[in-house]
């Protein structure tokens, strides 16, 4: 593997394990969210990246 390509992908995998933990934490900490936890659950760890976005744009309810 060149040394050019994991500097890049390095910070990009470091940036999604955190948008996704951070994610992961908000939906277990939320009383309730718009639909079921177990499927924003999977939404945020199978879809990498657009999934934890898709949870802090559409799947958080203001309380």
């Known amino acids: 593997m060149d040394g050019?390509?994991?500097a890049i992908i390095a910070p990009l995998a470091f940036i999604n394990v955190i948008l996704a933990v951070i994610a992961?934490?908000?939906l277990f900490k939320r009383p309730s969210v718009n639909g079921p936890k177990w499927v924003w659950a999977?939404?945020?760890?199978v879809i990498n990246l657009i999934g934890p976005i898709l949870y802090f744009v559409f799947g958080r309810r203001d309380n």
């Open 4 to 6: 050019v390509n994991f």
């Open 24 to 26: 992961l934490v908000d």
């Open 42 to 45: 999977l939404v945020i760890i």
